[in-house]
């Protein structure tokens, strides 16, 4: 077969699938979580009548008006970077019942919610469970972007089903401490977060059995799933640029 031909069919299915806005799994329970794909690192879940934001943002583009999205019961923001933390959008998606989980930096300059720090967790309810885990730089150059002990990654647990998103990182010593994650999200673009061959590694020390790349901008991001093959990972690619 002409390379150019085997080459196009491997992309097809990735390109195609690149703009699906929605992906269903079922917690243990047997309970719906949606997962609405926004944008960037901003992610929509619905469970059990609830929604749950991770970094919503409105300004990048494409330009997302979150007052016209139901509003949150969560809020989890990882960090105080603009493509993270967005006033405005918590402010669209916020009620009086709305709990805001953060780290510290973006508790004081939003004045509200509940600072989780790395290693902290705590139970919204009975069926909502969330860990904050560490999320920083490693590599020399790069600490400056994400140092160590200031940002967020958050694991959320659905009655069982235990969802990942890595925030801004690079592949940390941490992630050996990863169990039984069901669904990950990891951001791949240089020089803030992973390198593709550091999101592979990152992906093959959880072993998630769902992964979607995310935070990925210009990055070649239809070279994850071919350098994964044979991993048994589901890796789904959609609209993270």
Known sequence: MNRKIFLALCLLPMTMTAAQKQDVFKAPSGKTVTINHIKHASVHIEYDGMNIYVDPVSSLEPKTNFSLMPKANIVLVTHEHFDHYDNLAIGHL???????????????????????????????????????????????????????????????????LRIYFAGDTEDIPEMDQLKDIDVAFLPCNQPYTMTIDQLVKA?????????????????????????LIGTGIDVRIRDYK
């Open 94 to 160: 916020a009620s009086p019942a709305t709990t805001v989980y953060t780290n510290k930096a973006v508790n004081g300059m939003l004045h509200r919610g509940l600072v989780l720090n790395n290693g902290d967790s705590i139970t919204y309810n009975a069926h909502i469970r969330i860990w904050a885990v560490p999320a920083y730089n490693t590599t020399e150059g790069r600490e400056k972007f994400h140092p160590k002990g200031r940002d967020n990654g958050y694991i959320i647990s659905f009655d069982g």
């Open 203 to 227: 992906a093959n020390t959880i072993k998630p059995k769902v992964l979607f790349p995310y935070h990925f901008g210009d990055t070649p991001i239809n070279q994850v799933p071919m350098k």
